[in-house]
């Protein structure tokens, strides 16, 4: 029983790791084109993302051709945030439900087309906090900002697995109704099964009697 919480544990830090951390990435997108990136996030979680074009002639002012319009939506559909025909870009939000919230990038068309990369980093949970801010501002010593980060991980952890065993609850509902329903129509299969047959018995009955066979 100790090896399996001890397992239980390794696996929750990993999603911890996995999904607390967040995303840096960088990508292509040519114009008049459409990505969209999500990302798996709890109820009351705070997340910031930033993005950003990279600039093809650096030094020089961005090309009218590289600009985006960039939007957040909750897995309802709400808006949280929206760059119209920009070449950079911040959010930061609290998650008011969980799920996926999506961020899609659109490329304005262009002749001749072009291809713009992106940076695009998002993070949600613990790495959402700016850690830098808390020490300037409280005069702590670095320990106390590991203390720090390692609470709210553990915090995280702790709500990680009550959010998992909730699934899983639900997980579990939802296989007993659907057992139920297959117990239910296997019975009335089976019924339909014994009808059919006891029809095919009297047709042969009834064709053998009038053949006088019977």
Known sequence: MCGLNLGLIVI????????EIGESMRFELDS??????????????MTVGKYSIVNPSEGQPFPDS???VVRVSSPKGNNYHLGDQVDSGTFAFTAAESGDYTTCFWANKHKPPVNMTIEFDWKSGVA???WSKVAKKGQVETMEIELKKLYDTVSAIHE???YLRERDEEMQELNKETNSKMATLSFFSLLLCLYVAGLQIWHLKSFFESKKLL
């Open 160 to 162: 990680e697995m009550f």
């Open 128 to 130: 959402a906090k700016d």
């Open 12 to 19: 929750m830090i990993g999603l911890v790791v996995e999904t």
């Open 32 to 45: 008049g084109k459409t990505k969209c990136i999500a990302e798996d996030i709890k109820a009351n979680a």
């Open 66 to 68: 590289h600009k985006l």
